[in-house]
């Protein structure tokens, strides 16, 4: 067994869509429909999508898959897990060769609460790392809250997505394999009065 961080610039993101309506097939199967796929390496299964390619398509596709799960304005969660520098990660690499323009476009404003940890495996520096990234979200303005095993980010769908690329693409660049847990929640009654960011 290969125990090494992998070499490949490839990122993939695991995710589980949950929309909170019994006509849930149809959101999911609609929302991956709509989505453009043509940058990225796909694979679905009776729990989850697997979605892999170049890290600016997989974020493109993971905002539009969530963007268009809940413009019907049906309460919807995703969760999720992002990583780079696998071991052993290699289908789909094919995929690195394609334009670098994201083709699914801006999303319509959408308010996102959502949680996330962030995991720079095998850095004896992890923890210094990982409040970098808080800082920076709070720079950026979608910090919300500090909890027991994640932090909170909040904001208009577009600034959330931003910052949560940017902050992955941030800690690859320091360390080999990372992985990033996230889980967003739309349209939930809990939201009531939130304003877009």
Not at 74 to 95: K, Q, R, Y
Not at 136 to 165: C, L, Q, T
Request: glycine letters at 8%.
């Amino acid at each position: 067994m290969n125990n090494q961080c992998g070499t490949s610039p490839i990122v993939g993101f695991r995710f589980t869509l949950s929309p909170m309506t019994s006509d849930f097939v149809s959101v999911i199967k609609g929302a991956l429909k709509e989505t453009s796929l043509q940058n990225v390496w796909r694979h679905t299964d009776d729990v989850s999508t697997v979605i892999r390619g170049r890290s600016e398509h997989v974020f493109d596709v993971a905002k539009a898959v969530l963007s268009h799960a809940t413009k019907a304005g049906e309460h919807v969660s995703m969760s999720g897990t992002f990583s780079v520098g696998c071991p052993g990660d290699t289908a789909g690499d094919n995929l690195l060769d394609v334009t670098t323009e994201p083709v699914n476009g801006t999303a319509d404003s959408q308010y996102v609460s959502s949680q996330f940890a962030l995991y720079p495996l095998g850095d004896a520096k992890y923890m210094d790392i990982i409040y970098e990234e808080i800082e920076f979200a709070k720079e950026r303005g979608v910090f919300n809250d500090s909890m027991h095993y994640a932090s909170g980010i909040h904001g208009d769908i577009e600034p959330v997505f931003s910052f949560y690329e940017e902050t992955f693409d941030r800690v690859r660049a320091k360390t080999s394999h990372v992985v990033m847990t996230v889980t967003f929640s739309v349209n939930s009654p809990s939201h009531e009065g939130q304003q877009h960011a």
